[in-house]
């Protein structure tokens, strides 16, 4: 079956950690993203990447950082950086980064991770 | 920048009656509109989508969206709500920013609760 898989479920830290949450897609879609996502306050923006080795800020990006050396893989990592990391991460993809006029826009999303730091 | 507001926080109905989430954007030209849907500890998933075209628009599960140029809407309905569909629902807008950005920005969400 193809979609996003995330791993793990659930991950506990201490603080002062780094942690990586892994992402893997085998949809072949050309553009990855990571969401944060907190009690009311929807989903937000962290990284997102729209082809192989390249990836932009999104609106949360201080504490975060990613690699996409694989066109299935974006893996995050929360650093220490992060003042507040306990939180729900979303990592989503679609085909493209959203061809004018095209369906591409639409985002297919992975089962999260849930992440705190104790 | 484009924005989402979805006014209600929280709706409780009843099993069998009917449904309507309100959703708001603001964004200079024709967006791309989104509904999704969360069940507790879960990803999102895709209920409709509205690119152009129709402004009413059929999705799964039953439910329907129609958009709304002149009031920036595009709220989401159902005849007859089930008690599965309990769950947080999150309205998104995607449009375009530098010329190549494309992303999308998310409403607060609505949390469904429905009573037997």
């Known amino acids: 079956d193809g979609g996003i898989t995330q791993s793990p479920k659930y991950l506990f830290r201490k603080e002062g950690q780094n942690v990586t949450l892994s992402c893997e897609q085998n949809?072949?879609?050309?553009?990855m993203y990571w969401y944060r996502q907190d009690p009311g306050q929807g989903l937000r923006l962290i990284y997102y990447?729209?082809?192989?080795?390249?990836?932009q800020k999104g609106d949360i990006a201080e504490g975060y950082s990613v690699s996409r050396e694989k066109k299935e893989s974006f893996p995050l990592t929360v650093t220490s950086a992060q003042k507040n990391p306990t939180a729900f991460y979303l990592c989503?993809?679609?085909?493209?980064?959203?061809?004018?006029?095209?369906?591409?826009?639409?985002?297919?999303f992975g089962p999260g991770t849930r992440l705190t730091v104790l | 920048a484009q924005s989402v507001t979805q006014p209600d926080i929280h709706i409780t109905v009843s099993e069998g009656a009917s449904l309507e989430l309100r959703c708001n954007y603001s964004?200079?030209?024709?967006?791309?509109l989104f509904w999704y849907v969360q069940s507790p500890g879960q990803g999102l998933q895709l209920l409709l989508k509205?690119?152009?075209?129709?402004?009413l628009v059929q999705g799964i599960k039953g439910f329907e969206a129609e958009f709304k140029r002149s009031q920036s809407s595009f709220n989401l309905r159902k005849p007859s709500v089930h008690w599965s569909d309990a769950a947080e629902y999150f309205c998104?807008?995607?449009?375009?920013?530098?010329?190549?950005?494309?992303?999308?920005?998310f409403g607060k969400g609505t949390l469904l609760t429905v009573n037997p």
């Open positions: 990447s729209q082809i192989v080795n390249d990836f």
């Open positions: 998104a807008v995607g449009a375009w920013s530098g010329g190549s950005n494309y992303k999308l920005t």
């Open positions: 949809l072949n879609h050309d553009a």
């Open positions: 509205y690119f152009s075209g129709d402004t």
């Open positions: 964004y200079g030209a024709t967006p791309y």
């Open positions: 989503a993809s679609s085909i493209d980064r959203g061809a004018r006029g095209g369906s591409y826009n639409e985002q297919f």
